[in-house]
């Protein structure tokens, strides 16, 4: 059985002399698959009384509703095109891990199939939101359930999103726990990534998601350093 220090020596590997092509293709990635943010809100009153002025400012108002207008645009962008981007950007890792030639364009290699990366991507978002409903862990379960449907879909182009999810769910069945300690185990590098104001993820996130794949590879049987179980994915090509 592999563990996390595996995936992530795996990774270190597949990385080396790669780095460069890897951090941008990771951040150009992130750009399109979207990043959730809340902000908090103001509790000075002299904040508070500066912005009602500045609400009465015609070019204010102007330049926030430019503003408004871009977010909405690039959000309305990065939710139909994330599922293509992510399936993507699963053949740039997977390609990596397999000491093959991952290039930049793999990130837009899957438009080709934009409408069932479209629907696997919003059923995903879909279950999870559903099972969140329940509480807060069946919903990082099911996070971790369908974490493996834009790997399949990666590797069986004609594969419904249906099935992907599917065949996600088996192939995740007694080894949801290993993937999150796999997660986990970046936990210190994302702190010390935080302290350098962010610039660290343009590392961490090629690391992270080279060692996703390469545990994707293990649970699929494809894995140079042996695999967990056989036949572990319960499904069949289309």
């Not at 950007?89 to 934009?114: G, H, T, W």
């Not at 409408?115 to 409903?133: D, E, N, V």
């Amino acid at each position: 059985m592999l563990f996390a220090k595996d995936f992530r020596r795996q990774a270190v590997e597949a990385l080396r002399g790669k780095w460069g092509l890897a951090v941008g293709t990771g951040f150009v990635a992130s750009i399109l698959g979207g990043t959730a943010a809340t902000c908090s809100g103001f509790q000075n009153s002299g904040i508070k009384n500066s912005i009602g002025r500045l609400t009465q400012n015609p070019v204010f108002l102007m330049i926030l509703g430019g503003i408004l207008g871009i977010m909405m645009i690039y959000a309305l962008v990065v939710f139909l095109i994330g599922g293509t981007i992510s399936v993507g950007y699963c053949r740039f890792n997977v390609k990596m891990i397999r000491s093959e030639q991952p290039a930049f364009q793999d990130l837009f290699s899957a438009f080709n199939m934009f409408g069932r990366c479209f629907l696997m991507q919003l059923l995903r978002s879909i279950f999870t939101f559903l099972w969140t409903l329940l509480f807060i862990i069946p919903g990082i379960i099911a996070v971790y359930r369908y974490a493996m449907a834009p790997y399949l879909m990666e590797e069986h182009p004609d594969m419904t999103a249906m099935d992907a999810i599917q065949g996600s769910k088996q192939m995740m069945t007694g080894n949801k726990w290993r993937l999150f300690c796999l997660d986990l185990s970046f936990i210190g590098w994302a702190f010390l990534c935080t302290l350098s104001l962010g610039i660290g993820f343009l590392w961490l996130i090629p690391y992270q998601n080279a060692a996703r794949a390469a545990f994707y590879l293990e649970l699929s049987g494809q894995s140079r350093y042996g695999s967990y179980t056989e036949n572990t994915s319960g499904y069949e090509e289309v």
